[in-house]
């Protein structure tokens, strides 16, 4: 392979905007990057927080996608002619209804503004009630447990709970709907031509983690098992097939439509998608024993490991977010824990600090309020950099949006103890740091007590990158030291990997990583001194934990 011959564009559908980046297949070399923020949801439209109401349109995701590409080729125009193509990672669970040729009933004059109609977010915990039953069902019903790859547990978050919720509060969207599609199978069908549900490629990744999809079962959760929750998900179930497919996989070629629109070569590989995280992952050197830790407004702790050997049942591990044969590398079991907050729980408690500045009628600019906003979170990370740990340390619980791992419970709640006169805004912020570092470590733990083994931590994410005082503390409570990846593309560039792949220009994911993926540019390393004295405020973390679960039961 030549230098500036091969191309292949990688992008990223996050949370708050799409990052997309044309990379040289044959050594890494970033070409050119750009970002695109998703305008209604920068709005706050239809999303309602108190209710834990978060949903995208459709239209979000493709004006700024294509608004992000065509940035591209103002800067790369003489490599986009020659990307071979393209792979594309969302967040998950982020399951939307659809019209029987695969369409997003928002995009229906009709359910425009229906929030029902759009897609779900990750972080919406509408469906709590939802996924209890889907738990309480698959535990007694005496036929499969649907959650023995899940942890033991369905959560709020994933795709069934959300569409049972949707289907019980009576919409006339459920209605109308044929089917229902993951954000990540949507956006490569859309941009291919593909329509109707035999032709979608559905990605394992999405279907193993968060739809209950096991080849032992012989795909997804029995029509008898989904009807006891409601006639409606058997109708969704009919729509997703039973075969799933890895991200190395092609799900098509560009339209000549869209290539006109993206400015790409007509026919351009279109990769069957995945969820960012488990791409991101791939983008951050995971292996065997390595893990990668996705740290943003939530973390996705991603490992992988050995298939069983022949003959033998797969090892399952209590506790976690799911476990799916070639969900990450093909060829491996891909492991998933990680926390519903991490980058959220700082910015609630700066949203704490700044409101009353907002609420003075104040007419500041964006760009003043995101200044200001960056700004405090600086302050308080700085000052809290200067205050050092002790065994009478008060202590902050990271449940604030729900736990994911271990063991999933949205019901649970975040709390702060330990609190005096003398307890200022710093000396909080501390407590937030050191409380996300707890769970990461009870997620470290639950890991290994299912013979999933941790050697080496790897970093990626805003937070991993913005927050040297948030990785120091991350390290100390942990005990391992924490790589830091040296571009903070990672979801991009692992879909630039498996783009890379199913081009025929790297035989598999191992190969092309090593090519690929940009080096560790920094690594924080334990201090001993620290580490002692979080191990004895991780037992009071975990005791104030122990106490939490028991007054949400009652």
């Known amino acids: 392979m030549e230098k500036g011959k091969n191309y292949v564009l990688g992008a990223d559908f996050g949370s708050d905007s799409v990052r997309v980046v044309v990379i040289d297949a044959y050594d890494g070399t970033m070409i050119a990057s750009a970002v695109s923020y998703y305008r209604r949801w920068k709005e706050g439209l239809y999303c309602n927080p ?8 459709p239209l979000d995701y493709i004006e700024s996608f294509e608004e992000a590409v065509q940035e591209l080729s103002s800067q790369a125009k003489g490599a986009m002619s020659l990307v071979r193509a393209m792979c594309i990672d969302t967040t998950g669970s982020t399951p939307c209804l659809v019209d029987a040729s695969g369409t997003p009933l928002a995009l229906d004059e009709r359910f425009s503004e229906d929030p029902d109609a ?25 036929g499969t447990d649907y959650t023995q790859y899940m942890g033991g547990t369905y959560s709020s978050e994933w795709f069934w709970a959300k569409l049972l919720h949707v289907a019980r509060r009576g919409n006339p969207v459920v209605g109308a709907a044929a089917g229902a599609v993951e954000h990540c199978d949507w956006f490569p069908a859309l941009l291919t031509g593909t329509t109707g549900f035999d032709a979608i490629r559905r990605s394992r990744c999405a279907a193993g983690h968060k739809i209950a999809w096991h080849a032992s079962w012989g795909g997804y959760p029995s029509e008898e098992f989904l009807g006891r929750l409601h006639p409606f998900l058997v109708k969704i179930r009919r729509s997703l097939g039973s075969e799933t497919h890895t991200s190395d996989m092609i799900a098509g070629n560009l339209t000549p439509e869209w290539a006109e629109r993206l400015s790409l070569p007509v026919g351009t590989i279109v990769c069957v998608g995945a969820y960012d995280a488990h791409i991101g992952a791939v983008g951050g050197h995971v292996a065997e024993k390595v893990m990668v830790k996705s740290i943003g407004t939530s973390t996705c702790d991603i490992i992988i490991g050995p298939k069983s050997p022949s003959g033998e049942s797969e090892k ?113 912020m501390r407590m937030l740091l ?44 942990t005990g391992r030291d924490i790589h830091v990846t040296s571009d903070d593309q990672a979801p991009a560039i692992g879909a630039a990997v498996f783009a890379s792949v199913a081009a025929g220009l790297y035989p598999d994911v191992p190969t092309a990583q ?29 005791q104030l934990g122990k106490f939490e679960e028991r007054q949400r039961r009652g």
């Open 50 to 57: 108190k209710e834990n109401r978060f949903r995208q349109h």
């Open 118 to 142: 759009m897609f779900i977010l990750w972080k919406d915990h509408t469906a709590i009630c939802e996924a209890d039953d889907f738990n309480r069902l698959s535990h007694t019903w005496g």
């Open 316 to 428: 399952r591990v209590a506790g976690i977010a799911g476990q799916v044969d070639g969900s990450v590398v093909p060829g491996y079991i891909g492991y998933e824990a990680g926390q519903s907050a991490y980058g959220d729980f700082y910015a609630w408690f700066r949203n704490l600090l700044t409101w009353p500045v907002y609420q003075m009628g104040l007419d500041l600019e964006e760009s003043v309020r995101r200044n200001v906003e960056k700004r405090v979170l600086a302050a308080l990370e700085n000052a809290a950099q200067a205050i050092e740990p002790t065994e009478d340390s008060p202590i902050a619980l990271d449940w604030i949006n729900g736990r994911r791992s271990p063991d999933a419970d949205q019901t649970l709640k975040g709390a702060l103890t330990g609190l005096a006169l003398g307890t200022d805004a710093p000396a909080v």
């Open 434 to 477: 050191e409380s996300t570092a707890f769970g990461a470590r009870a997620i470290l733990e639950c890991y290994e007590r299912g013979d999933v083994m941790v050697e080496k931590i790897v970093a990626i994410g805003g937070v991993a990158r913005k927050s040297r005082i948030g990785m120091q503390i991350l390290a100390d409570v």
């Open 514 to 542: 090593g090519a690929l993926c940009a080096p560790v540019g920094t690594v924080y390393s334990p201090d001993a001194k620290r580490r002692g004295i979080y191990d004895k405020l991780y037992l009071r973390y975990l």
